[in-house]
C-alpha cells in the first residue's frame, strides 16, 4: 500500500556507541547534530541507550530529541563491518535547539549505504570509453591529468584549463578542499577562467556590499530574534533556511522572545512581538506562514523582476525624507565624501519626494503606501525616541537579480542609513545557500568593475571555443548554470569532438598514448577534455572524459562555518567513503604533486614551486596550512573589522573537537590581553572594513531599463509571462542526494512550474498537467502546480531538478560589473503539453504549498 | 507478549474485542516481530466527508484521524478507495495535526501532508511522511478497522515497543 517501505522501530544505540558532532550538510543555517556508530546487532535498550534517554514511553512534542525513520541508516566500513547510524538534531546547539528541517532531517538516509538508497555513488576514477566509463586506478588519472595539464600550460598557457569549483562549506569540505583548491588553481595553475559552483566566473556575488567595507556575513541568529523589525529581502527563508525562521523569526513574531529584548535593550527602550518585512515577488509560505502567526504585523511588497533597487532607494528617500535615518552613525562611522554621490544617485534629494516616488511606484509595480509603511517599520524611531533595530536578510532574490552589484549595495546602504549595524538585532546580510569555508590565495581578479574587474565568464569562454580542459567540482553546471541549453549542446560538442578524434580503435587506457592523442586532437580541433570531480554521476559527467571520485559529509573531518553566526565547528568523520572516493582535498594534492614532479623534471623550477606546500597528510594539516593565509589575527576587539571574515587562524581541528556543538564564531582573534582565542558575535561595531574604518558609500545607476538578452522578449506577444525561478522546501541543490530517497523524488518527482489560477484557467491547464515552456533560449517540459504564490502572469520554476532544468530558459546576461547572473528573471511562453503525463506524476501531492491556513 | 497493551484491552469494547481477535490473524506484523491489533475505529456509513473522527491506535497513548476524502487516495478504503487514516502527530516534533483541505496541517512549523498521497510531506520541515494506518473495511457491517501502521509513530522508538 505505502508508496515505499516504511520503518516501524529503528535500532537504539548502545551506551558504548561511537559518538561525533557533525553539522547538517545543507543548509546556510548549519544545525547542529550528533552521530552515533554502533555495530549491527549489537543495541542499546529502552532504558539504557547512548541517548541517555528512557525511550520505553513516547518523547513529549518539541522535546528536543528526534529520532525518526529517516535519521538511521546501515553502513559499511572499510572492515566490511555493518554498523547502524542515527544521526539527530542536536538540543545543545544554539543554532537549532533540537529542531531539523527536511533536508536535514534526511542527514543519515543520505549518507552512503552499500544496501540502501544512495548505492549509486561513484567509487572508482573512470575513463571514458566510447559510450561507457570503465575503471582505472588512481596512478593513471593523476599521471593524465598532470601531463596533460603541464603540456597544455606548457602549449596554451595557463588560461586553456578553465575551472568550475565549489567554493562553499557543508556538503563540500569547507576550509580543507577549498585551500587544496585554491593551491592548485590559483597558486599553481594560474588561470583566469575559474568559476564558482553555480556561476560562470570566479567573483563574490555580493562585491557591492564588500567594496562598502561590509561583509555579508555581520550578524547573530540572535538578531534575528532581538530585532523589532526583520526584513527578508528576495529571501524565501522558510523554505531555504528553514531553522532559521522556526527557530529565531518565528519566535520574535509569536512575542517569544520579548523577555531576551528587554534583557538586550537600553534602559527604557521599548521591547514588543516583531514585525516582519518581506520583499517577494511572491507570496510564498515565508509570507504565507508569517501571516498565519500575526496577520497585522506582516508587510508583504511584491516589486516587479528586476526593480529592488529603485524600491531600496525610494524606502530610504522617505526615511531621508522623515530625518529617520541616524545621523550620529552617518557622521560618526561613514565617509561623508562619497556619501554626497549617494545622496545624489540613490535618495536623489535633488529631485522632489513626490516625484521620485511617483516614479519608484511606476518602475517597482510597489504602491507608495506601503513604500511608507516598510520604511516606518524600517526606521522610524520608538517611543522615547529610541532607535528601531531592523535586522536585514537578503539572498538570491537580490543576489541574482538584474544588475547585482547596485541591487546589494542599495540594501546595504539603506541600514547603514539607518544604523542598524553592529548591535544587538540589527545587521545587514546574507541569507546564504550553503555554509561557508572559504580560504584560499588571493583571486586573480579583486572586485568589481570599480575595483580591478570584472571577472571572466567561463560559459562564454567554453561555449565559444576557449579552452582545451575543463575541470568541474562537486557542481553539475548542465543544469544549474543560466542558459544551460545552450552551454550544454554546445560543451556536448566540444567533448564529443574530442572523444571522435582520440578514439581509433578504441580510447587506450595507457596514460602515455592518451595523453599523445588528446594533445594531438587539441591542435586539431576545439575538442575539450572534462574532469569531472563528485560523489555521482552527474548529467555534466556524462560528457566528462575523466570522472575522479570524492568523498562526502561525514567520509573525511571537515570544518565549514554557518551563515547567520559564522559559527566554525567541526563535522567529523564517521565512516568510510565508498570503494576508492577520496576527498577533494586529497585529490587536487596528488595532482598537484604530480606536477611539481613533472616541472622538477623537466628543468622548471619557478613551475615546480607554484605547486609547492601541497603534500598534506592529514585533514587537520590542510586547515592549518589554510590558516596562514589569514594573517596576524592578534588584534583587539575593537579591530576586528580588519579580519578577514572567516579567520580561524590559531584554531585546530582538536580544539574545535572539544568546543562541539557549541563552536567559535569567526573572526577569531587572538586576544592580546590575555592571549586567548576569541570569537566575534557580530561584527562593524567599531569599525568597517575600509582603509580607514569609515563605510563608502556608492551612487546607484538610475533606471535605464532591461537588458537586451530580456529587453527582446518585452513586447514580443510569443512570451507573455514573466518567468522567475527559485528552490523548494523538498529538495536541496541539484536532488544529487534527494534523486535516491523517496520521500523525496515521490513527491517532487519532476521539474515543475508554478502558475496562478487565472493563467492556468485562460491556459485551460489544472495542477497535475504537464506544459512547454520555451523562449528563444531553450524550452523545457516541466509539471504544473497552480497556486497563487505568483501574481497573474508571473510563472515560477524550480530552478533545477535531477530530471531537467528550467535554467534552459534563463538568458546568459550577466551584471557588466560583476559577472554575476540574472537567473531570476526573463520572459516565456507556455504551451500545454499534450501528450500523455509521465507517470511520476502520480505520486506528488498537487495540493498548494503556500496555503498554511 | 500481548500485541495490546492492558490498557487498550480493556478499554476495548466487548464487540471491538471479538472481531479484534477474529482478525488478529489479519493482522500485520510489525518489524519486531510484533502483530499489530485489529481494532474497530468507525463505521463508514456515520463518515462525513471531510469530517475527521479521531481514534487511538494501535494504543491508548497514539491519537489518529479517519477521515473520508473527496477523492481516491493511496491506501484509501470504501466503494471510491477515499476513506484513509494517518497518526495524529507530526513526525517531525510530535505535535498533533489538524486535517482541513485535503491535508493534515501541523499548528507548530506548518508542516503539510497530503492525505490522498499517503500522508507524503508536500510543504515544511517533515523529513519522515506522516505514519498511515492500514485500514480493513467489513462490506457487510461498513465496519473500519484499524490493523497496522506504515511508518514510525512520532516520538517512539519503535509502534509497538510502548506499554
Not at chain 1, 508587510?299 to 529617520?324: C, E, F, K, Q
Not at chain 1, 542609513?417 to 550553503?434: A, D, E, F, I, W
Request: charged letters at 20%; proline letters at 6%.
Amino acid at each position: 500500500m505505502s508508496l515505499y517501505t516504511r520503518k516501524e522501530s529503528l535500532p537504539i544505540p548502545p551506551r558504548d556507541a561511537e559518538r561525533y558532532t557533525t553539522v547538517c550538510q545543507y543548509c546556510s543555517a548549519g544545525c547542529g547534530y550528533n552521530v552515533y556508530v554502533w555495530p549491527v546487532g549489537k543495541n542499546g535498550s529502552a532504558k539504557s541507550n547512548a541517548f541517555g534517554i528512557d525511550l520505553s514511553s513516547p518523547s513529549p512534542m518539541l522535546s528536543g530529541h528526534s529520532y525518526t525513520e529517516t535519521m538511521h541508516n546501515v553502513i559499511t566500513r572499510k572492515n566490511g563491518v555493518r554498523y547502524n547510524l542515527a544521526i539527530v538534531p542536536a538540543k545543545e546547539s544554539r543554532v537549532n535547539k533540537g529542531d531539523y528541517s527536511i533536508r536535514g532531517g534526511t542527514n543519515a538516509i543520505a549518507c552512503w549505504s552499500d544496501t540502501g538508497y544512495t548505492r549509486k555513488r561513484l567509487k572508482h576514477p573512470l575513463l571514458k570509453k566510447g559510450d561507457s566509463f570503465a575503471p582505472i586506478p588512481w596512478t593513471d588519472a593523476i599521471t593524465i591529468i598532470a601531463t596533460l595539464v603541464k603540456a597544455t600550460i606548457d602549449k596554451y598557457g595557463a588560461d586553456s584549463i578553465a575551472m568550475k569549483f565549489y567554493d562553499h562549506g557543508s556538503s563540500g569540505l569547507g576550509f580543507e578542499d577549498n585551500w587544496a583548491a585554491g593551491k592548485l588553481f590559483l597558486s599553481g595553475i594560474g588561470t583566469h577562467y575559474l568559476s564558482i559552483h553555480n556561476r560562470p566566473a570566479y567573483n563574490s556575488e555580493v562585491w557591492g556590499t564588500r567594496e562598502r567595507g561590509m561583509h555579508e556575513l555581520n550578524y547573530d541568529a540572535d538578531d534575528a530574534r532581538l530585532a523589532d523589525t526583520v526584513v527578508l529581502w528576495g529571501a524565501n527563508t522558510y523554505e531555504a533556511a528553514t531553522i532559521l525562521y522556526t527557530e529565531h523569526i518565528m519566535p520574535n513574531l509569536q512575542g517569544g522572545s520579548v523577555d531576551e529584548k528587554k534583557r538586550a535593550y537600553q534602559t527604557g527602550e521599548p521591547a514588543a512581538e516583531g514585525l516582519l518585512v518581506v520583499v517577494d515577488p511572491r507570496k510564498n509560505a515565508s509570507v504565507t506562514v508569517a501571516r498565519a502567526i500575526a496577520e497585522n504585523r506582516v508587510l508583504h511588497l511584491r516589486p516587479n523582476l528586476g526593480t529592488d533597487w529603485i524600491l531600496a532607494n525610494a524606502v530610504a528617500r522617505i526615511i531621508w525624507s522623515n530625518g529617520w535615518h541616524d545621523k550620529a552613525f552617518l557622521e560618526k562611522r561613514t565617509d561623508l565624501k562619497t556619501f554626497e554621490d549617494y545622496k545624489q544617485k540613490s535618495l536623489q534629494l535633488s529631485r522632489p519626494l513626490v516625484e521620485v516616488l511617483a516614479e519608484a511606484e511606476k518602475i517597482t509595480g510597489v504602491p507608495r503606501a506601503q513604500m511608507q509603511q516598510a520604511a516606518e517599520w524600517i526606521a522610524k524611531p520608538k517611543n522615547g525616541g529610541f532607535r528601531r533595530r531592523t535586522l536585514t536578510i537578503y539572498e538570491k532574490g537580490i543576489i541574482w537579480n538584474m544588475k547585482n552589484y547596485d541591487q546589494v549595495a542599495a540594501i546595504a546602504q539603506l541600514s547603514v542609513l539607518t544604523g542598524n549595524v553592529g548591535k544587538p538585532g540589527t545587521g545587514c546580510g546574507r541569507q546564504g545557500g550553503h555554509q561557508e569555508g572559504y580560504v584560499r590565495p588571493g583571486a586573480p581578479t579583486p572586485g568589481s568593475v570599480y575595483a580591478g574587474g570584472p571577472p571572466k565568464n567561463v560559459d562564454k569562454y567554453l561555449t565559444g571555443g576557449g579552452g582545451k580542459i575543463y575541470w568541474v567540482g562537486a557542481t553539475d553546471p548542465y543544469l544549474s548554470t543560466p542558459n544551460s541549453q545552450f552551454f550544454r549542446k554546445m560543451l556536448k560538442k566540444r567533448s564529443a569532438t574530442l572523444l571522435d578524434s582520440i578514439d581509433s580503435g578504441g580510447v587506450p587506457s595507457d596514460p602515455k598514448e592518451l595523453v599523445t592523442r588528446v594533445l594531438d586532437a587539441f591542435e586539431k580541433s576545439d575538442g575539450l577534455f572534462m574532469i569531472v570531480q563528485d560523489i555521482y554521476m552527474t548529467q555534466t559527467a556524462g560528457d566528462a572524459m575523466l570522472i575522479l571520485p570524492a568523498a562526502a559529509w561525514g567520509e573525511a573531518a571537515e570544518t565549514s562555518i554557518n551563515c547567520h553566526s559564522r559559527l566554525l565547528r567541526i563535522y567529523d568523520k564517521f565512516m568510510d567513503a565508498p570503494g576508492e572516493s577520496l576527498p577533494d582535498w586529497k585529490i587536487l594534492s596528488m595532482v598537484g604533486m604530480k606536477l611539481r614532479a613533472l616541472y622538477l623534471a623537466a628543468g622548471n623550477q619557478a613551475m615546480a614551486d607554484r605547486f609547492g606546500e601541497m603534500d598534506w597528510k592529514s585533514d587537520d594539516e590542510v586547515f592549518l596550512a589554510g590558516s596562514r593565509e589569514f594573517g596576524d589575527n592578534r588584534v583587539p576587539e575593537t579591530e576586528e573589522a580588519r579580519l578577514s571574515p572567516e579567520c580561524y587562524r590559531g584554531v585546530t581541528h582538536q580544539i574545535l573537537r572539544k568546543l562541539g556543538n557549541t563552536g567559535i564564531q569567526t573572526p577569531v582573534r587572538v586576544d592580546p590581553a590575555s592571549g586567548e582565542l576569541v570569537g566575534t558575535k557580530r561584527r562593524y561595531r567599531y569599525s568597517f572594513a575600509s582603509n580607514d574604518g569609515l563605510f563608502k558609500w556608492y551612487g546607484t545607476d538610475p533606471w535605464s531599463g532591461y537588458p537586451p538578452e530580456v529587453a527582446k522578449y518585452i513586447d514580443n506577444p510569443a512570451y507573455p509571462f514573466w518567468f522567475t525561478t527559485g528552490r523548494s522546501q523538498l529538495v536541496w541543490q541539484t536532488m544529487y542526494h534527494d534523486r535516491y530517497l523517496p520521500e523525496k523524488y515521490l513527491a517532487l518527482p519532476l521539474p515543475y512550474v508554478e502558475i496562478h489560477p487565472e493563467d492556468a484557467a485562460r491556459l485551460n491547464i489544472k495542477s497535475g498537467d504537464m506544459v512547454e515552456v520555451f523562449n528563444e533560449e531553450g524550452t523545457t517540459v516541466a509539471l504544473v502546480y497552480v497556486n497563487d504564490a505568483g501574481k497573474p502572469g508571473l510563472i515560477f520554476g524550480l530552478m533545477y531538478h535531477a530530471r531537467g532544468s528550467l535554467n534552459h530558459l534563463t538568458s546568459s546576461y550577466t551584471d557588466p560589473k560583476t559577472t554575476i547572473p540574472w537567473y531570476k528573471g526573463t520572459k516565456v511562453g507556455v504551451r500545454p503539453y499534450r501528450g500523455t503525463p509521465d507517470e511520476a506524476i502520480r505520486t506528488t501531492s498537487l495540493l498548494p504549498n503556500n496555503d498554511v491556513t | 507478549m500481548s500485541p495490546i497493551s492492558r490498557r487498550t484491552f480493556l478499554q476495548t469494547s466487548s464487540a471491538t474485542l471479538a472481531l479484534a481477535l477474529f482478525g488478529l490473524s489479519g493482522t500485520a506484523e510489525s518489524a519486531t516481530g510484533k502483530r499489530y491489533p485489529s481494532i474497530k475505529i468507525g463505521n463508514l456509513r456515520q463518515l462525513k466527508e471531510g469530517e475527521p473522527v479521531q481514534f487511538n491506535y494501535p494504543d491508548p497513548s497514539s491519537p489518529c484521524n479517519l477521515v473520508m476524502l473527496n477523492e481516491e487516495a493511496v491506501g484509501g478504503i470504501g466503494p471510491d478507495r477515499k476513506v484513509v487514516a494517518f497518526s495524529a502527530l507530526c513526525p517531525h516534533m510530535g505535535c498533533p495535526v489538524n486535517y482541513s483541505k485535503g491535508r493534515f496541517l501541523c499548528g507548530c512549523h506548518y508542516s503539510m501532508f497530503d492525505a490522498a498521497k499517503n500522508g507524503q510531506t508536500y510543504q515544511g520541515l517533515a523529513s519522515q511522511w506522516l505514519p498511515q494506518i492500514t485500514l480493513r473495511l467489513d462490506r457487510t457491517s461498513g465496519s473500519i478497522f484499524a490493523e497496522g501502521v506504515e511508518g514510525l509513530i512520532s516520538g517512539r522508538i519503535g509502534n509497538l515497543n510502548i506499554s
